[in-house]
């Protein structure tokens, strides 16, 4: 079993920070890709950011230059950074994952539970 587990959404005033972090743990063999989606209310899921098991990072056009998504191989975690943070940046941030259980096979996609992000104005 694999478990995503997000933490640091909260309550913000616009241009304030947040750093979300999500920890991957169970049966784990290898984490390729990681990313950072986010659905606001009455909106489809969309990505913020994503980051390869090398290091290698994209950004959504709407975040450029304010977050930056990192990763810890060895602890099998994922954070981002969000900066100048505004009201339309309020959504629930899910992390996704994905992960191979073992030598030779296939990787799955696991996703977090989800954390909520309000940015007041």
């Known amino acids: 079993q694999v478990q995503l587990v997000e933490s640091g959404g909260g309550l913000v005033q616009a241009g304030e920070s947040l750093r979300l972090s999500c920890a991957a743990s169970?049966?784990?063999?290898?984490?390729?890709?990681m990313a950072w989606y986010r659905q606001a209310a009455e909106k489809q899921r969309e990505l913020v950011a994503t980051?390869?098991?090398?290091?290698?990072?994209n950004y959504a056009d709407s975040v450029k230059g304010r977050f930056a998504i990192t990763s810890d191989n060895a602890k099998n975690t994922v954070s981002l950074q969000m900066n100048s943070l505004q009201p339309e940046d309020t959504a629930l941030y899910y992390c996704?994952?994905?992960?191979?259980?073992?030598?030779?096979?296939?990787?799955?996609?696991?996703w977090g539970q989800g954390t909520q992000v309000t940015v007041s104005r």
């Open positions: 996704r994952a994905d992960i191979s259980p073992a030598i030779h096979r296939a990787p799955k996609t696991y």
């Open positions: 980051i390869t098991r090398g290091g290698s990072a």
């Open positions: 169970g049966t784990i063999f290898n984490i390729n890709d």
